[in-house]
T-cell receptor, first 113, second 115 residues
Framework: GENVEQHPSTLSVQEGDSAVIKCTYS??????FPWYKQELGKRPQLIID?????GEKKDQRIAVTLNKTAKHFSLHITETQPEDSAVYFC????????????FGTGTKLQVIP | GAGVSQSPRYKVAKRGQDVALRCDPI?????LFWYQQALGQGPEFLTY????????KSGLPSDRFFAERPEGSVSTLKIQRTQQEDSAVYLC?????????????FGNGTRLTVT
């Protein structure tokens, strides 16, 4: 199976600063790494994903980097805004031929206005 | 509808009662997943369907948990003789294909409280 560890568990930043969340995984065959954002009482929603044929992917203020050798990937949020406050989950698939995704334990991000 | 729909949104059950949670995935989505999310934790895999076939039920905590998707669309997660440790949010998700690099589309979940 897949073991995913996520750090930190909580993160507070001032509005406008950057936030970085890191995840490590165990299954070297994994090659798809999504990040989900979950606002309080709402469903998790995909915000960005990366496949192992690239090392970095950006979408406006959000970027994800992947280091397959070290088996870790990170979420970077720049110019944080209060609406970025939420719980963020990384995930990695179990390479069993279909999508059985293992989630990290989550990072609660608080952006202080 | 356009998204994954789950009902009920909230369910309170007395210990020992049976409950049934419904998931209506996005139309045409082949894959359907059930996850259990305890307070302050990430979603934990319960079971996976590809069309009507239940391909993996390794995450179901006990034989009190049962899931079905008889016609390959709507799915029901049933919990028999509920226990307090079953209290959690139960999330359903679907994906269009069966490959592992398709993003999950989640429903809003059913918050189950067992008293």
């Amino acid at each position: 199976g897949e073991n995913v560890e996520q750090h930190p568990s909580t993160l507070s930043v001032q509005e406008g600063d950057s936030a970085v969340i890191k995840c490590t995984y165990s299954d070297s065959a994994s090659n798809y790494f999504p990040w989900y954002k979950q606002e309080l009482g709402k469903r998790p929603q995909l915000i960005i994903d990366i496949r192992s044929n690239v090392g970095e992917k950006k979408d406006q203020r959000i970027a994800v980097t992947l280091n397959k050798t070290a088996k870790h990937f990170s979420l970077h949020i720049t110019e944080t805004q209060p609406e970025d406050s939420a719980v963020y989950f990384c995930a990695a698939p179990y390479s069993g031929g279909y999508q059985k995704v293992t989630f990290g334990t989550g990072t609660k991000l608080q952006v202080i206005p | 509808g356009a998204g994954v729909s789950q009902s009920p949104r909230y369910k309170v059950a007395k210990r020992g009662q049976d409950v049934a949670l419904r998931c209506d995935p996005i139309s045409g989505h082949v894959s359907l997943f059930w996850y259990q999310q305890a307070l302050g934790q990430g979603p934990e895999f319960l079971t996976y369907f590809q069309n009507e076939a239940q391909l993996d039920k390794s995450g179901l905590p006990s034989d009190r948990f049962f899931a079905e998707r008889p016609e390959g669309s709507v799915s029901t997660l049933k919990i028999q003789r509920t226990q307090q440790e079953d209290s959690a949010v139960y999330l359903c998700a679907s994906t269009q294909g069966s490959s592992y690099n398709s993003p999950l589309h989640f429903g809003n979940g059913t918050r189950l409280t067992v008293t």
